[in-house]
């Protein structure tokens, strides 16, 4: 188990055990895999870390066999997140300005995601 602040996040070995890494069909199915790797993000913008375990649950979240109408530019909105927090985070300096800036906007952008993931039908 993996701590994160508050959070407490529990990785399974089983892919089963992991919600990105089922068939996400219907709207439903699509919203619990999204959140969950938002949650996982989340925690990486609150510890300024990423583990292995952290690139396995995202891996499942974006191999999702298939999505409801409406969920690909929700998803591209989710690996740009992802995407920009390991490519812009100064992991040598985590406690720089440079860090606060990006992960104040990556926050606001996992806001504005979990507000389409609200309306997807």
Known sequence: MEKAGKINIEFSNNPEDNPGSKDAGTAGEYRLAALGSIGILESCLEQSAFTEKTRQQMNHFFGLSS??????????????????????????????????????????ELGEIKALLSKLV
């Open 67 to 108: 999505e409801p109408a409406g969920a690909e530019s929700i998803t591209r909105r989710i690996a740009g997140v992802y995407m920009a927090f390991l490519g812009k985070t100064n992991f040598k300096n985590k406690d720089s300005d440079h860090n606060s800036r990006l992960f104040t906007q990556l926050k606001q």
